[in-house]
């Protein structure tokens, strides 16, 4: 069975740009969760979403969004970015019905910020 | 959700068992204690999770006394390929995929 995978794997923008990241989950799971990793932060939750919906949210601003498609696979976008937008993002996917602690992350989006 | 206290950084040789305690001493009733892996640029990979007394996988055991406020990873006979940062998080059996990360222990496996 396929991993998640994560599209583009590096990324470089300038800060004012808008930027979108996309996560493609394992076959048959359908929840999708979102992370940033930066060195002063760690890893962040930014949200998760579950058929199509936003059932939870990290503590970020409006400039970070997502949504996710029929098919589980899910989108980021960080608009306006800043220099400290620059991190790995994270995508990770779980089953439904399964505890939670069990999820399943991609390889990550290089986002570099200049 | 439960604080998680775990060294920042572990030196090991190959071959050495190496043991990475976590505290949690807010855990509550209905959490799980999970541990994850990450290698360098790569995103964490889940090890090994417990709710109480002891776990053992193909990777690695997981102890957790009765009081359930701390809990121990062990890696047996660890290798180089082993170096990595380990994540003790606390996860309630809520059913939603959040998942809280501290700064993890750092693990050194030296020749």
């Known amino acids: 069975k396929a991993g998640v995978t994560q599209t583009p794997r590096y990324l470089i923008k300038t800060r004012g740009q808008q930027v979108t990241l996309s996560c493609s989950p394992i076959?048959?799971?359908?929840?999708v969760s979102w992370y940033q990793q930066t060195p002063g932060q760690g890893l962040q939750f930014l949200f998760e979403y579950f058929s199509e919906t936003q059932r939870n949210k990290g503590n970020f601003p409006g400039r970070f969004s997502g949504r996710q498609f029929s098919n589980s696979r899910s989108e980021m976008n960080v608009s306006t970015l800043e220099l400290g937008d620059s991190a790995l993002y994270l995508c990770?996917?779980?089953?439904?019905?399964?505890?939670?602690?069990?999820?399943?992350f991609g390889p990550g989006t290089r986002l570099t910020v200049t | 959700l439960a604080k998680t206290t775990q060294p920042i950084s572990m030196d090991s040789y190959e071959g050495q068992e190496v043991n990475i305690t976590c505290s949690h001493n807010n855990i509550a009733t209905n959490d799980y204690i999970t541990w994850y892996q990450q290698f360098p640029s790569q995103g964490p990979r889940f090890i090994i999770q417990?709710?109480?007394t002891k776990v053992t996988n193909e990777v690695a055991s997981l102890f957790i006394p009765a009081d359930r406020k701390s809990s121990t990873l062990s890696l047996p006979r660890v290798s180089l390929s082993d170096t990595a940062v380990y994540y003790c998080?606390?996860?309630?059996?809520?059913?939603?995929?959040?998942?809280?990360f501290g700064k993890g222990t750092m693990l050194l496996v030296s020749p």
């Open positions: 990770a996917s779980s089953l439904v019905g399964t505890a939670s602690y069990e999820q399943y």
């Open positions: 076959s048959g799971h359908r929840s």
């Open positions: 417990g709710y109480k």
């Open positions: 998080l606390v996860v309630p059996d809520s059913g939603y995929s959040t998942l809280t």
